[in-house]
T-cell receptor
Framework: EAGVTQFPSHSVIEKGQTVTLRCDPI?????LYWYRRVMGKEIKFLLH????????ESGMPNNRFLAERTGGTYSTLKVQPAELEDSGVYFCASSQGLNRATYEQYFGPGTRLTVT | GNSVTQMEGPVTLSEEAFLTINCTYTATGYPSLFWYVQYPGEGLQLLLK?????DKGSNKGFEATYRKETTSFHLEKGSVQVSDSAVYFC?????????????FGQGTRLTINP
């Protein structure tokens, strides 16, 4: 079974540019999460999709970040325009269901974003 | 709000040494507790978990016990190996259903020397 995949693995952009990160969850997983780790600090939650709906977007830092999950499969996270403080590692995770038997989150390898 | 505090790194040990990485939490209700590990060049992997007080999670020789009275979930291993070198994250998930966002500590980088 394929795991969670993320693309690209590394992106270097200039301040003011736009970047789109992609996450492909494990097939059949309804829940998809985005997290990020900035400057070696703790990993922080950004948002949670259940299928194509945003269940919780309380962690999105500002309106420069836009996440979508059309059709309830893969998800994209767009940063426009990027700022220096957006640099970090962006992780995607997916889980199968909502109950305690199926809620384990499986993480992708992350996308390292560097804004210069 | 919910939060996790884990011991600052980096931690450097010799092979076969005893390992403890401290983790304490603040949460409302009855959270589930997790330890995730990130090996070099890889994504986060779930190492172990505990879903209620006094539960002990264990995997690959690592153990952690959910201590509600001290709000702690310390990670231990009796004899570490070079292959255990990684970054370790303590995390909690609050809410009854469990399918909630994870709240992470800041991570502890562990290096094991041969």
């Amino acid at each position: 079974e394929a795991g969670v995949t993320q693309f690209p693995s590394h992106s270097v952009i200039e301040k003011g540019q736009t970047v789109t990160l992609r996450c492909d969850p494990i097939s059949g997983h309804d829940n998809l999460y985005w997290y990020r780790r900035v400057m070696g600090k703790e990993i922080k939650f950004l948002l949670h999709f259940v299928k194509e709906s945003k269940q919780d977007e309380s962690g999105m830092p500002n309106n420069r970040f836009l996440a979508e999950r059309t059709g309830g499969t893969y998800s994209t996270l767009k940063v426009q325009p990027a700022e220096l403080e957006d640099s970090g590692v962006y992780f995607c995770a997916s889980s199968q269901g909502l109950n305690r038997a199926t809620y384990e989150q499986y993480f992708g390898p992350g996308t390292r974003l560097t804004v210069t | 709000g919910n939060s996790v505090t884990q011991m600052e790194g980096p931690v450097t040990l010799s092979e076969e040494a005893f390992l403890t990485i401290n983790c304490t939490y603040t949460a409302t209700g009855y959270p589930s507790l997790f330890w995730y590990v990130q090996y070099p060049g890889e994504g986060l992997q779930l190492l172990l978990k505990a879903t209620k007080a006094d539960d002990k999670g264990s995997n690959k020789g690592f153990e952690a016990t959910y201590r509600k009275e001290t709000t702690s979930f310390h990670l231990e291993k009796g004899s570490v190996q070079v292959s255990d070198s990684a970054v370790y994250f303590c995390a909690l998930s609050a809410g009854d259903q469990g399918a909630q966002k994870l709240v992470f500590g800041q991570g502890t980088r562990l290096t094991i020397n041969p």
